[in-house]
């Protein structure tokens, strides 16, 4: 079955530094997402991009936050300035004609 | 507010056993997707429908448009079994990766 890959699958850093989470979505999907989960609590949507743009994002994916597609295959999320709050599990997928694929996360502390 | 919720929040089954996880949500939806989180942390997707029935091995999902209702039945059930059980849906104007999660119903089944 084809997967979607996350790195790192662990990530502590500093409160405020930048941190960058990649994922390689499945390669003849078109739309990608991010998620996180905090501890103990529901998975929340972040953002969803098609065709290079954002075409949705909740009220969680603020200034401090962006996402990219540099290479044609990499997908990224990045936090630019963290706080203690961003800790998390981030999710990455990507959807296809049938169901979606999900990443097996990375686990961001922030410390 | 458009809310999903589940039922039961924990089920203990025996191996063998027959299980039933609910999902309801507060208003019409574009489709409906059943998510399996294992200890790790880890989603996969098990379906995504938005009317009818769907069947994949011993994975039954069911919904009922009219009553804002969907199951998951787990025929003859495992150990391996054992995981978080995640309703996730769509509600009308949001985009196919807006995702609005359940808590999730947390599985165990017993040897």
């Known amino acids: 079955e084809p997967e979607v890959t996350q790195t790192p699958s662990h990530q502590v850093t500093q409160m405020g530094q930048e941190v960058i989470l990649r994922c390689v979505p499945i390669?003849?999907?078109?739309?990608f997402y991010w998620y996180r989960q905090i501890l103990g609590q529901k998975v929340e949507f972040l953002v969803s991009?098609?065709?290079?743009?954002?075409?949705?994002k909740s009220e969680i994916f603020d200034d401090q936050f962006s996402v990219e597609r540099p290479d044609g295959s990499n997908f990224t999320l990045k936090i630019r300035s963290t706080k203690l709050e961003d800790s998390a599990m981030y999710f990455c997928?990507?959807?296809?004609?049938?169901?979606?694929?999900f990443g097996q996360g990375t686990r961001l502390t922030v410390v | 507010k458009n809310e999903v919720e589940q039922s039961p929040q924990n089920l203990t089954a025996q191996e063998g056993e027959f299980i039933t996880i609910n999902c309801s949500y507060s208003?019409?939806?574009?489709?409906l997707h059943w998510l399996q989180q294992h200890p790790g942390g880890g989603i996969v997707s098990l379906f995504m429908?938005?009317?009818g029935k769907k069947k994949h091995g011993r994975l039954i999902a069911t919904i009922n448009i009219q009553e804002k209702h969907s199951s998951l039945h787990i025929t003859a059930s495992h150990p391996r079994d054992s995981a978080v059980y995640i309703c996730?849906?769509?509600?009308?104007?949001?985009?196919?990766?807006?995702?609005?999660f359940g808590k999730g119903t947390k599985l165990s089944v017993k040897p």
């Open positions: 997928a990507s959807r296809g004609e049938l169901r979606a694929f």
């Open positions: 390669s003849n999907h078109l739309y």
């Open positions: 991009f098609y065709n290079n743009e954002i075409s949705e």
């Open positions: 208003v019409g939806i574009s489709a």
């Open positions: 429908l938005s009317s």
């Open positions: 996730a849906v769509i509600f009308p104007g949001g985009s196919q990766g807006n995702l609005i």
